[in-house]
């Protein structure tokens, strides 16, 4: 049985860890609207007041903090003591990419469009080792329709956003394999996740003949399961917050051998690793906690660390 490490609580809807050098756990707080700091003695402050829906962080080249804002697209809603994100409100108007300065808390908008067109609701991103970002722009489901949305390859100065791969369905979690070679991505409501080999820098090998633009099938959830973001261990496994079963689903580089790490919450959407020896951090986001667990595998550096 797995031992389960309570970091904090009382999170509002808590997503995009990251294990920061001094031991901290950086984070946002979908609900909230904010970049938050959660230190080893589970005390919470507030980095940046972002505003709309912040839900995925990463380090960047310059020690900034890089943010997939959805622009507040969901409403929050309390269920038998479970937070769950609703319905769109009428106040959604978009999403956006932002940049924050961890050390004043100062942050600014790099991009509300890619390819010329409007970011809708972008979710989760991965730093590649050339400076660039990769992201996913989840979308919005109405009552009666839903956004066909994709794959981006951004840069960190704000000179240039492109939308690599279209269209999938509602993309969420992405990161990359250890040596960068192949780009993954967890679809949320198909349950499958996505292999793209890599070309260059935001580049990719996009050649499946029955789905245009989606990468390789590396597996496929069977029953009521969605997939949420993700991280890549230092073994090459994906490892994905799971929805509904609760936990953490690990699939092994070839897709040939699937984990299940079960957790105490049915919204269980990411997890991130302290470097390749230490814990690895998981987002109980319907009960607003984040945990540490011991994980099987090596952890994986980033290519860029706070």
């Given at each position: 049985m ?27 707080e ?95 991103l ?93 597996h ?25 079963e ?60 706070g």
């Amino acid at each position: 049985m797995t031992e389960i490490r309570t970091i904090a609580d009382g999170l509002q809807f808590p997503e995009g860890p990251i294990a920061m050098a001094d031991g901290s756990v950086v984070l946002v707080e979908i609900e909230r609207g904010t970049l938050s700091r959660v230190t080893p003695d589970g005390g919470v402050t507030v980095i940046a007041d972002v505003g709309g829906g912040p839900n995925g962080a990463a380090i960047g080249p310059d020690g900034a903090c890089y943010i997939t804002n959805n622009g507040g697209c969901f409403e929050f809603d309390d269920s038998m003591g479970v937070n769950i994100p609703g319905h769109v409100p009428d106040t959604w108007t978009g999403g956006s990419i932002q940049r924050v300065d961890l050390t004043t808390g100062a942050f600014e908008t790099l991009y509300t469009e890619s390819s010329g067109r409007p970011l809708r609701a972008p979710n989760d991103l991965v730093f590649d080792e050339h400076g660039g970002f990769w992201f996913t722009d989840h979308g919005v489901r109405l009552e009666r329709t839903s956004d066909r949305t994709g794959l981006h390859y951004a840069k960190a100065d704000g000179s240039s956003c492109v939308e690599v791969v279209h269209p999938l369905d509602s993309p969420n979690g992405i990161g990359l394999s250890p040596d960068g070679t192949v780009l993954y991505a967890a679809e949320t409501h198909t349950g499958r996740v996505y292999a793209w080999a890599v070309t260059g820098p935001g580049e990719v090998n996009a050649t499946n003949p029955i789905n245009p633009g989606r990468g390789e099938l590396l597996h496929g959830a069977a029953g009521a399961v969605l997939f949420d973001s993700l991280a890549v261990d230092g073994d090459g496994w994906v490892c994905v917050g799971t929805l509904g079963e609760g936990g953490i689903t690990a699939i092994s580089p070839d897709g040939s051998v699937v984990e299940h790490t079960p957790l105490p919450d049915l919204l269980v959407t990411n997890i991130c690793f302290d470097g390749t020896e230490g814990p690895a951090y998981c987002t109980l986001s319907g009960t607003g906690q984040l945990v540490a667990i011991d994980w099987p595998r090596p952890g994986l550096d980033l290519a860029y660390s706070g």
